[in-house]
């Protein structure tokens, strides 16, 4: 099925956000294959390759050793088995982009289209089994996506909101109508048309917000996710998060990507996410322009998504792995 987008803040959507917006921020959380680098630590290697010209810029890993990533070309779904680094195309793109993934618990990734707004894929069949718009206004930029138990959370990067797909209790899909647009205001200050703005997207360690990183202007952000007023979240002495860009947080540890930085920064935050300390930077030598981050056992797995480098055909593209 293929819906499309309903009007904005829909009111059965925004009554049943409201509703359940706490309590679902509440619980804590077919191609030619490639090979891996013979660069590797026991028998996991330390770098995937992909393949040429696929241009990866999210990732997902689910319960098993595979990785997901997307194409930001045709908008491609690629598996990568993370013990041998082997991998193949398990959904073929629309033709439009994939940019953030989240796998749920139903075999079912969650796609960020960028312009194109959203869609779910099946990754047993490969099958697209719905697609949502989600903007009602122009210029558009749907960049990553988050679970919670009963939410689909989605960031836009051209607009100041964030956009959600309220999922039934056995995790159905809902109707395009029920899309709700929720606007940031409070410490949210949009930058210039065309900036990168929201970006990343995950939840404080006690699931009482949404944490929203700015890319533009360095900022994290603390989000209600009943009216979307934001605050920032205070990180002490630390460096501004220039280029922020994909969000992992494990308990109270929070991993942020920063791209053309080509490095991720670690950070240790309060139970509520107000505030947070800087503990370290992870670098390493193979990175180039990381966009995200994902976490299978002890190991953090990145994409090169290589915006610095002009993509043709033969443009070879990574998977990057470094100690969590």
């Known amino acids: 099925m293929a819906p499309t987008h309903g009007s904005f803040a829909h009111s059965l959507s925004r009554r049943r956000l409201l509703a359940f917006g706490a309590a679902t921020l509440g619980a ?44 930001l070309g045709d908008g491609s779904i690629y598996r990568a088995d993370l013990r ?14 994939s940019v953030g993934l989240e796998l749920d618990g139903r075999g079912r990734l969650f ?20 697609s949502y718009p989600l903007a009602a206004t122009t210029p558009t930029f ?15 990067s051209y607009q100041p909101r964030l956009y959600a797909l309220p999922l039934g209790r056995r995790g159905e899909l809902p109707p395009a109508d029920d899309v709700v647009r929720l606007t940031l205001s409070g410490d949210w200050v ?6 990168v703005n929201a970006n990343g997207i995950t939840r404080t360690p006690d699931g009482s917000a949404l944490l929203v990183v700015q890319s533009g202007v360095g900022a994290l952000h603390r989000v209600d996710a009943r009216t979307g007023l934001t605050r920032l979240v205070d ?3 630390a460096a501004p998060l ?35 300390v800087f503990r370290r930077r992870i670098t390493d030598p193979d990175f180039d322009v990381p966009t995200t981050v994902a976490r299978w ?21 990574s998977v990057v792995a470094v100690p969590a």
Do not use: K
């Open 28 to 71: 804590a959380s077919l191609g030619t294959p490639a090979h891996a680098s013979t660069t590797a630590t026991g028998t996991r290697p330390d770098v995937i390759a992909l393949p040429d010209g696929f241009r990866p810029e999210g990732i997902a890993v689910g319960r098993g050793p595979y990785a997901y990533l997307g194409s």
């Open 84 to 97: 041998t680094g082997e991998g193949r195309i398990v959904s073929q793109g629309p033709g439009t982009s």
């Open 111 to 130: 796609v960020a289209g960028r312009d194109a707004g959203a869609r779910v894929v099946d990754v047993r069949s490969g099958e697209i089994l719905a």
């Open 142 to 156: 749907t960049n990553d996506v988050f679970l919670t138990p009963r939410t689909a959370w989605f960031t836009d």
């Open 190 to 195: 949009q930058g210039a048309e065309g900036s």
């Open 235 to 237: 990180l002490g002495d």
């Open 242 to 276: 220039t280029n922020g860009d994909g969000l992992l947080r494990v308990g109270r540890t929070l991993y942020v990507v920063q791209n053309r930085q080509n490095a991720v920064d670690v950070f240790t935050l309060a139970a509520d996410g107000r505030s947070g």
């Open 297 to 317: 056992g002890d190991r953090l797995y990145l994409p090169n998504a290589r915006f610095t480098t002009t993509p043709t055909p033969d443009t070879p593209y």
